[in-house]
């Protein structure tokens, strides 16, 4: 069964400050997708990343995919209150004997105070 | 407007009082799947279809039933709910599979006492 580990659990920081969340898996990752879930909704999807070694930006969010894609990160700069919530990765288990599955990390509760 | 709808979002029930949650898209996705969310456990999947008529066990799917008799719908079926069913319950639909944007809906907060 694949594990996915999410670091920090959660995350406490200043407005302007910059974070880096991390998601590693106990296998390789098919592509990884990685959501931002705000209180009292739904996830949203942020980015899919396919390519060992792919670096992906959206607006002031960096996103890393491993060379081994084994593990990723996100990366804040100059966080904002609006960018508080639960950032959840996921493996699309594409391709394989579990096509269709979407296995999900613990999640990483962001708090950005002004 | 392009949706997941769920129906109730809201639920206190009793322990083996059979209830039934409703998802619905309009976006004529294929790929529908649903999910638990309990603290520091992230996201489960219970249960998933890729397409009318196929349905598939995902992490969790013990005590729960799913159907997907046409495209759009696919209910959450729980035949003798118990506490530990107790959960933020959500749906989600996709155009194709799992690989591509998962839309969400707004989830529904079920208590079983």
């Known amino acids: 069964t694949q594990l996915l580990e999410q670091s920090p659990q959660f995350l406490s920081i200043q407005e302007g400050e910059n974070l880096t969340v991390y998601c590693n898996s106990s296998s390789v990752f098919s592509s990884l997708q990685w959501y931002r879930q705000e209180p009292g909704e739904g996830p949203v999807l942020l980015v899919t990343?396919?390519?060992?070694?792919e670096v992906k930006k959206l607006k002031r969010l960096t996103f890393q995919f491993g060379d081994a894609r084994k593990d990723s990160s996100l990366h804040i700069t100059a966080a904002q209150p609006g960018d508080t919530g639960l950032y959840l990765c996921?493996?699309?288990?594409?391709?394989?004997?579990?096509?269709?599955?979407?296995?999900f990390g613990q999640g990483t509760i962001l708090t950005v105070h002004p | 407007e392009a949706q997941v709808t769920q129906n109730p979002r809201y639920l206190i029930t009793v322990t083996g009082k059979k209830l039934t949650v409703t998802c619905s898209q309009n976006m004529n996705h294929e790929y529908m799947s649903w999910y638990r969310q309990d603290p520091g456990l992230g996201l489960r999947q219970i249960y998933y279809s890729m397409n009318v008529e196929v349905t598939d066990k995902g992490d969790v799917p013990e005590g729960y039933k799913v159907s997907r008799k046409e495209k759009r719908n696919f209910p959450l079926i729980l035949e003798s709910p118990s506490p530990n069913q107790t959960s933020l319950y959500f749906c989600?639909?996709?155009?194709?599979?799992?690989?591509?944007?998962?839309?969400f809906g707004p989830g529904t907060r079920l208590t079983v006492l």
């Open positions: 996921a493996d699309t288990n594409a391709g394989g004997t579990s096509y269709g599955k979407l296995t």
């Open positions: 990343v396919v390519t060992g070694g």
């Open positions: 989600a639909s996709s155009l194709s599979g799992n690989v591509n944007e998962q839309f």
